[in-house]
């Protein structure tokens, strides 16, 4: 027994442990709660299931997680990573057309090149403000923020673009050959190369550095303003590929609803997955796991029948009581009373003997 309990103190000393809890919870509820949600089949050489739409549609949230935790851990924050997606889609669908004939304006690599490129400046444009002009992170993401959402209305003249070319639809759905959706591997990939970076390399601990104090990091000899610049750049390159997985489960391009709110959610991942929004210390499949939980409540709200109007109150509920399990004041602050009432208890009985 004791040695159960020294594992699970060491478990819940884990940055995952807590996220994980929470999961847990979520989907043991809809265990109880909703009917078949774990239920798989396989149609056409394709796996569908309430499992997999949320590994699916959580993977927009993924993407802008990973990137939004480097620029959390250096103690910035990215507000613009929601019209940098509506960015990227419009530059995508205008370049390949939406002609009914379904055949591209401009090469299809092109056009992803293209909006890739355009989402990594808009992201370093985010770093010039934050490291050369020194304004405070939520200031300078916010002029994109609001500005980017006429930027992506002006590049789709103010139309939604649909766009007809087939292969274009399969970064938000299925590719041929593949079981899973296909964002399931981008994401994959992209976190695969955030990973060997931050692990394999100097960079985790330079941005760990940044955030905990960037004048001693400075002093240190490390380049803080061009470090700051890779990370806004490396979340702008994330938001761009969240923006074209996002135009393409639609098919088509709207410069003023694509990505909008998604900034919330990202940063909301972040929190969830136990980082600190102050900087330092950083986790991004920490982030994955809260990504994950914010896409289970929203399917679990739809699968119970709950009205689109009320969601954001129950989400909110449900999303406030996972951050308390995972705050240790809040657990010590249980512990304590729980200790104080057994005293209290104990002290009584002592009394009446």
């Known amino acids: 027994m004791q040695g159960l309990k020294d594992r699970l103190k ?10 994980l809890v929470g999961l847990v919870l979520v989907l043991f509820f809809n265990l109880i709660f909703v009917e078949g949600f774990f239920s798989i089949e396989m149609k056409d050489g394709h796996l569908y299931g309430r499992i ?43 370049l390949v057309g939406g002609e009914l004939s379904g055949i591209p304006h401009h090469s299809y690599g092109i056009a992803i090149a293209a909006a890739l490129a355009v989402s990594v400046v808009l992201g370093l444009w985010n770093g010039f403000l934050v490291a050369k002009l020194e304004i405070q992170p939520v200031v300078a993401t916010l ?50 190369m955030a990973l060997v970076a931050v692990k394999k390399t100097s960079l985790g601990l330079f941005i760990q550095s940044a955030g905990i ?8 000899g490390i380049n803080v303003k061009k470090l700051i610049y890779m990370v806004y750049g490396f979340c702008g390159l994330c938001a761009g590929v969240a923006g ?13 609803n694509a990505g909008l709110g998604y900034e919330m959610d990202a940063i909301l991942a972040v929190a969830l997955g136990g980082n600190s929004m102050n900087g330092g210390r950083f986790s991004i499949m920490g982030s994955i796991i809260g990504a994950l939980i914010i896409q289970s409540i929203t399917t679990t709200m739809y699968a119970l029948g709950v009205s689109p109007q009320v969601l954001p109150v129950v989400k909110a509920v449900v999303v406030i009581s996972i951050c308390l399990i995972q705050s240790d004041d809040f657990r010590r602050v249980l512990a304590d009373l729980f200790k104080k009432d057994g005293r209290s208890q104990h002290e009584q009985v002592a009394v009446k003997l």
Do not use: E, H
């Open 213 to 220: 104090n960037r004048t001693a990091t400075r002093y240190s």
């Open 244 to 256: 074209l997985v996002i135009s393409s489960m639609v098919k088509a391009a709207d410069g003023n």
């Open 10 to 19: 060491r478990w819940s000393g884990s940055r995952l442990f807590w996220p």
């Open 52 to 94: 997999i739409d949320i590994v699916k549609n959580a993977g927009c949230y993924m993407l802008l997680a990973i990137g939004m935790t480097l620029v959390v851990a250096t103690g910035g924050i990215d507000i613009s990573v929601g019209s940098m997606c509506a960015i990227s889609g419009a530059v995508m669908a205008a």
């Open 143 to 192: 002029i994109l923020m609001v500005a980017g959402r006429g930027i992506a209305q002006l590049v789709t003249q103010g139309q939604i673009i649909t766009v007809y070319y087939k292969p274009y639809a399969y970064l938000g759905s299925f590719t041929p050959g593949l079981i899973l959706p296909t964002s399931i591997f981008i994401v994959a990939i992209v976190l695969t």
